[in-house]
């Protein structure tokens, strides 16, 4: 049974951090593109970032670039999100995702994070 569970949300301050992680089983791992996805009340989920299977490649998007770190530990099988410099526009529930070539991707549950003084 695959699983994807994400942990790490919460409430923090302006300017703080805050470090996701998710744990998946159920599948190979390290064969799958992980990404990270957020969605805010009244919007459409959209994508942060992703990392290849091997890590050896990552990308962003332009509202988390120089401020959100994406990395993955294929011996536990775990992905993870640091985030720096929170804003307020970040407050969103975060997605982990899993994905291989065409076939239809896992999710997570999702995990909170607000942002607010």
């Known amino acids: 049974q695959v699983q994807l569970v994400e942990s790490g949300g919460g409430l923090v301050q302006p300017g703080g951090s805050l470090r996701l992680s998710c744990a998946a089983s159920g599948f190979t791992f390290s064969t799958y593109i992980m990404s990270w996805y957020r969605q805010a009340p009244g919007k459409e989920r959209e994508l942060v970032a992703a990392i290849t299977g091997t890590g050896s490649y990552s990308d962003y998007a332009d509202f988390v670039k120089g401020r959100f770190t994406i990395s993955r530990d294929n011996g536990k099988n775990t992905v993870y999100l640091q985030m720096r410099s929170l804003k307020p526009e970040d407050t969103a529930v975060y997605y982990c995702?899993?994905?291989?070539?065409?076939?239809?991707?896992?999710w997570g549950q999702g995990t909170q994070v607000t942002v607010s003084s």
């Open positions: 995702r899993g994905h291989y070539y065409d076939q239809k991707p896992y």
